[in-house]
């Protein structure tokens, strides 16, 4: 095996875990993104189906 046969080797290799990595990061932070907007979505929709069911009150603070 030729040293130039040897530095492509290596720089393909290093190219596909440079690709794999980035494409990695992107995806958990999409993701993250994702999980974030439904769970904000969905808590508010459950926060105002409760309350219509009468399972969570809202008393008037008392200081």
Known sequence: MSPFRLLIDAGAV?????????????L???????????RRTFMSWVGR?????GVIQDKPYQA
Request: proline share 0%.
């Open 14 to 26: 290093f190219l596909a875990v440079g690709i794999f990595l980035t494409l990695y990061n992107t």
């Open 28 to 38: 958990l932070t999409g993701i993250e993104i994702v999980v974030k907007t439904w």
């Open 49 to 53: 189906r409760l309350r219509a069911m």
